[in-house]
């Protein structure tokens, strides 16, 4: 009985290459990886939840409670990117964020209330 040393060598090729084809198609049904401004709200969920979240001027969605937590995430391209929330009777101050090198960037919303000439008011930011 004579051994074939070249058939190994074919399993290991089409092994690999069974795993290179598994690893495109996984990719392409998962996506490729995205750039994430992720939102944590918890000192202030009463106060900001259901507030629309603006990314460079332009709304992307709103705050609402995925479960438990007070977090949500928006997808946005790599770079600079400006993100502010808008809320009624609230003042907001927009928080410039890069995305380059990481891919998720975190804002704790946090807010103070404020009263001016009567009125009371409040002020919301990012730490």
Known sequence: ?????RRGP????????AVVIL??????YAGWPSYIVR?????????????????DGEAVGRLERLGRRA???FEVTKGEHVVDL????????????T???SRIVVLNAD??????????????FFR
């Not at 074919?10 to 290459?17: E, N, S």
């Not at 808008?86 to 964020?97: F, H």
């Not at 404020?114 to 008011?121: D, F």
Request: hydrophobic share 45%; net charge negative; with cysteine.
């Open 39 to 55: 939102i944590d709200y918890q000192w202030a969920a009463d106060l900001v939840e259901g507030a629309e979240v603006l990314v």
């Open 23 to 28: 690893f495109l198609l996984w990719r392409a």
């Open 86 to 97: 808008r809320l009624p009777d609230c003042e907001t101050r927009p928080e410039k964020v």
């Open 111 to 124: 807010f103070e209330e404020r009263s001016s000439a009567g009125r009371l008011g409040c002020y919301v």
């Open 99 to 101: 995305l380059g090198p």
């Open 10 to 17: 074919r399993w290991y090729a089409a092994g690999a290459i």
């Open 1 to 5: 009985m004579a051994i074939d040393f």
């Open 71 to 73: 977090v949500n995430g």
